[in-house]
């Protein structure tokens, strides 16, 4: 064990002048925790003159890319695996206070999917930890030469030999670390990789608390290569302040009473989502065989009975490693009761956990299903792009793309056992897994049509969340031109406050591109605050009183979704930088192709893609040719100094 202080100094290559002292805002600890596992030398940054401009989570993490992951003489972006690649953990002002969900990480970093920016949530206790032990975000940079653990408590911070950790899954890692700690519960948050991040498989996932996942584009991968196991965070000691305490309580309750009792939100609150199952479905946007049907009814054993929420529930009777200051009524957990996994503890499946390990696959067995979700969490692997992949296998398979003699065994629809065994192929890229592990793009790639053409993933690198898109065009046109590989826009809440129509017609491409463009900002500024996005299905108005309360600022919901679109502006320009330009913004011929069956039949994406992205590209302000947002959208957003930038003298 080699113990560092948090205070030590700063390396010279890297050292910049100290802040000047500013009044601290409430809800901030006030600190940066910087981490160089090449140098093993952490230190304390103070950021208080940002603080407004950037909040915290997904503005601080875009603007440290930015800042900090170009490469030296300023062409081009360093590469995932570089080790002068930065690996963010960041919540916001909001974690730690009584609001629900507050328990916020987003993880920040050039990920290994697309290799280019990444920012995906998680939540959990992390966010709270690392406030209370006196830190806003911690900022890995260099490659440890063996593999180690980042230890926080307080003060004390400690890069400690981790060879003992190796090999060993999330849960496992966290059951080790509370043994080594004496801690156990809320008092210890660890967030590790398992065998798939050490194995460096692009679309591992950071996992913690037992459940909770950042789960997009490769974070994994990218902990993985710097050698860095986990991040183990002590409840901390210190003190939080709100500006108006009693602000915060209120606005706590106006979202606790939102979420109880408007429609459009009970449900969540009542079973997470679980709802999502049953209602997507009668969408035709559940994703079912890898897209070759829209229709439940043609997957064997299937009785959408049995996939209500009230009896999904029934299996998973105990409430289980919740987040923070929350209550929300999902992230149950619960022990298998019969079967080959009987005595098994799983944690209750989001809905995409549903999706990607069954019906994605043809599996129906809620068990079998529960207990698959519950190992990729394990492993360390996005169980999005474990489904697509493992979906995209049964299929091929099924038509002698891929043989019995390249994968080494049979592997058919539905079959849980044989997609467990996939699993671990992935995760320690053993025999074919090797090809599998690169992520469903490069695999298919790989392979060549027929094959390609039977896998769903956006061009970029990346894969869509756990639904059929080609019933949803809003969420696919946000995933493709989306500059972090995954949605940025997000589903749409309370879209007349922010001046959008209540409802659109859903297969009218300039409908839904304007709306995407129109809803822009919002979930960029939620990840910015330390909060959970099912927590924030309020009026936004809600939200930004609570960080007004917290922190003595006024915040507007214009200046919230204005902050939201510059942070989205310079997640652009870092994408630009890393080669992301326009003639990637498209889906896989699977992706986008027109569905057989289902309500959606027939409904052609493709055919109004060009249209869609001309209307996006005018309504946003950026230039369709190069990618780039215009001079006067970042000027009309402050960012007159990205313009000049982008721009240079034509700025």
Same mark, same amino acid.
């Given at each position: 064990?080699?113990?560092?202080?948090?205070?030590?100094?700063?390396?010279?290559?890297?050292?910049?002048?100290?802040?000047?002292?500013?009044?601290?805002?409430?809800?901030?600890?006030?600190?940066?925790?910087?981490?160089?596992?090449?140098?093993?030398?952490? &230190?304390?940054?103070? &950021?208080?003159?940002?603080?407004?401009?950037?909040?915290?989570?997904?503005?601080?993490?875009?603007?440290?890319?930015?800042?900090?992951?170009?490469?030296?003489?300023?062409?081009?972006?360093?590469?995932?695996?570089?080790?002068?690649?930065?690996?963010?953990?960041?919540?916001?002002?909001?974690?730690?206070?009584?609001?629900?969900?507050?328990?916020?990480?987003?993880?920040?970093?050039?990920?290994?999917?697309?290799?280019?920016?990444?920012?995906?949530?998680?939540?959990?206790?992390?966010?709270?930890?690392?406030?209370?032990?006196?830190?806003?975000?911690?900022?890995?940079?260099?490659? *440890?030469?063996?593999?180690?653990?980042?230890?926080?408590?307080?003060?004390?911070?400690?890069?400690?030999?981790?060879?003992?950790?190796?090999?060993?899954?999330?849960? @496992?890692?966290?059951?080790?670390?509370?043994?080594?700690?004496?801690? *156990?519960?809320?008092?210890?948050?660890?967030?590790?990789?398992?065998?798939?991040?050490?194995?460096?498989?692009?679309?591992?996932?950071?996992?913690?608390?037992?459940?909770?996942?950042?789960?997009?584009?490769?974070?994994?991968?990218?902990? +993985?290569?710097?050698?860095?196991?986990?991040?183990?965070?002590?409840?901390?000691?210190?003190?939080?302040?709100?500006?108006?305490?009693?602000?915060?309580?209120?606005?706590?309750?106006?979202?606790?009473?939102?979420?109880?009792?408007?429609?459009?939100?009970?449900?969540?609150?009542?079973? +997470?989502?679980?709802?999502?199952?049953?209602?997507?479905?009668?969408?035709?946007?559940?994703?079912?065989?890898?897209?070759?049907?829209?229709?439940?009814?043609?997957?064997?054993?299937?009785?959408?009975?049995?996939?209500?929420?009230?009896?999904?529930?029934?299996?998973?009777?105990?409430?289980?490693?919740?987040?923070?200051?929350?209550?929300?009524?999902?992230?149950?957990?619960?022990?298998?009761?019969?079967?080959?996994?009987?005595?098994?503890?799983?944690?209750?499946?989001?809905?995409?956990?549903?999706?990607?390990?069954? &019906?994605?696959?043809?599996?129906?067995?809620?068990?079998?299903?529960?207990?698959?979700?519950?190992?990729?969490?394990?492993?360390?692997?996005?169980?999005?792009?474990?489904?697509?992949?493992?979906?995209?296998?049964? @299929?091929?398979?099924?038509?002698?793309?891929?043989?019995?003699?390249?994968?080494?065994?049979?592997?058919?629809?539905?079959?849980?056992?044989?997609?467990?065994?996939?699993?671990?192929?992935?995760?320690?890229?053993?025999?074919?897994?090797?090809?599998?592990?690169?992520?469903?793009?490069?695999?298919?790639?790989?392979? +060549?049509?027929?094959?390609?053409?039977?896998?769903?993933?956006?061009?970029?690198?990346?894969?869509?969340?756990?639904?059929?898109?080609?019933?949803?065009?809003?969420e696919m046109l946000d995933t493709c031109t989306s500059s972090t590989a995954t949605m940025e826009t997000?589903?749409?809440?309370?879209?007349?406050?922010?001046?959008?129509?209540?409802?659109?017609?859903?297969?009218?491409?300039?409908?839904?591109?304007?709306?995407?463009?129109?809803? *822009?900002? %919002?979930?960029?500024?939620?990840?910015?605050?330390?909060?959970?996005?099912?927590?924030?299905?309020?009026?936004?108005?809600?939200?930004?009183? *609570?960080?007004?309360?917290?922190?003595?600022?006024?915040?507007?919901?214009?200046?919230?979704i204005r902050f939201g679109r510059r942070t989205a502006a310079i997640n652009r320009a870092t994408a630009?930088?890393?080669?992301?330009?326009?003639?990637?913004?498209?889906?896989?011929?699977?992706? +986008?192709?027109?569905?057989?069956?289902?309500?959606?039949?027939?409904?052609?994406?493709?055919?109004?893609?060009?249209?869609?992205?001309?209307? &996006?590209?005018?309504?946003?302000?950026?230039? %369709?040719?190069?990618?780039?947002?215009?001079?006067?959208?970042?000027?009309?957003?402050?960012?007159?100094?990205?313009?000049?930038?982008?721009?240079?003298?034509?700025?």
């Amino acid at each position: 064990m080699t113990p560092v202080t948090a205070n030590a100094p700063k390396p010279s290559k890297t050292k910049k002048a100290p802040e000047p002292a500013v009044a601290l805002p409430g809800g901030y600890a006030g600190k940066l925790l910087r981490v160089d596992l090449t140098t093993r030398k952490c &230190w304390a940054e103070p &950021w208080g003159s940002r603080m407004r401009e950037l909040l915290g989570g997904a503005g601080l993490g875009a603007m440290l890319l930015y800042r900090e992951t170009a490469k030296r003489g300023g062409k081009g972006n360093v590469a995932w695996d570089d080790p002068d690649n930065r690996l963010v953990l960041a919540t916001g002002p909001l974690a730690g206070l009584p609001v629900w969900g507050t328990g916020g990480l987003t993880v920040c970093t050039i990920g290994a999917g697309t290799n280019g920016p990444t920012s995906t949530q998680a939540n959990g206790f992390f966010g709270t930890n690392l406030k209370y032990s006196g830190w806003d975000a911690i900022v890995v940079q260099g490659q *440890a030469r063996d593999w180690v653990y980042l230890y926080i408590n307080d003060d004390t911070v400690e890069l400690r030999d981790a060879k003992f950790l190796v090999g060993k899954d999330t849960w @496992e890692t966290q059951d080790a670390l509370c043994r080594v700690t004496g801690l *156990a519960g809320h008092q210890l948050s660890v967030y590790s990789i398992g065998p798939a991040g050490e194995h460096l498989v692009r679309f591992a996932a950071i996992q913690g608390d037992y459940g909770h996942v950042a789960s997009k584009n490769g974070t994994g991968a990218v902990m +993985g290569k710097k050698r860095l196991k986990a991040v183990a965070i002590v409840r901390g000691t210190k003190a939080l302040r709100a500006v108006d305490p009693r602000g915060v309580l209120q606005a706590a309750d106006d979202i606790a009473h939102d979420l109880r009792t408007d429609p459009s939100a009970r449900s969540l609150y009542e079973y +997470g989502t679980l709802p999502g199952v049953g209602n997507l479905s009668k969408l035709g946007v559940l994703p079912i065989r890898n897209y070759t049907t829209n229709l439940t009814a043609n997957v064997p054993g299937a009785d959408m009975a049995d996939w209500e929420a009230p009896r999904l529930r029934a299996n998973f009777d105990h409430r289980g490693h919740q987040c923070n200051a929350c209550g929300m009524h999902h992230c149950h957990m619960s022990v298998i009761q019969k079967g080959a996994h009987k005595g098994r503890i799983v944690d209750e499946p989001e809905y995409e956990g549903w999706s990607g390990c069954g &019906w994605q696959i043809g599996a129906v067995d809620r068990d079998g299903i529960a207990w698959l979700a519950t190992e990729c969490d394990r492993a360390c692997v996005d169980v999005n792009e474990f489904g697509w992949i493992t979906g995209w296998v049964m @299929e091929c398979m099924e038509k002698g793309y891929i043989t019995r003699a390249q994968l080494g065994f049979d592997l058919t629809w539905g079959d849980i056992p044989g997609a467990g065994r996939l699993l671990r192929m992935i995760s320690r890229r053993e025999g074919f897994g090797a090809v599998l592990a690169e992520g469903v793009k490069r695999a298919a790639e790989q392979l +060549g049509s027929p094959a390609k053409d039977c896998a769903v993933y956006i061009v970029k690198g990346a894969t869509p969340r756990g639904h059929d898109h080609r019933g949803r065009w809003d969420e696919m046109l946000d995933t493709c031109t989306s500059s972090t590989a995954t949605m940025e826009t997000g589903n749409p809440v309370h879209p007349t406050e922010v001046g959008q129509p209540a409802r659109i017609n859903i297969f009218d491409g300039v409908q839904v591109a304007k709306n995407v463009a129109g809803l *822009a900002g %919002r979930r960029s500024f939620e990840d910015s605050l330390g909060i959970c996005i099912f927590t924030t299905r309020t009026r936004l108005e809600n939200v930004c009183r *609570a960080l007004g309360a917290a922190t003595g600022w006024t915040f507007t919901v214009d200046e919230a979704i204005r902050f939201g679109r510059r942070t989205a502006a310079i997640n652009r320009a870092t994408a630009l930088r890393c080669g992301h330009a326009g003639a990637l913004e498209y889906p896989s011929v699977r992706y +986008g192709s027109t569905p057989v069956d289902g309500p959606a039949k027939g409904q052609a994406v493709r055919d109004q893609w060009e249209t869609m992205l001309d209307t &996006w590209y005018a309504e946003v302000g950026y230039d %369709r040719k190069t990618g780039k947002p215009w001079p006067k959208t970042l000027k009309a957003l402050g960012l007159d100094w990205l313009a000049r930038d982008l721009w240079g003298k034509k700025a």
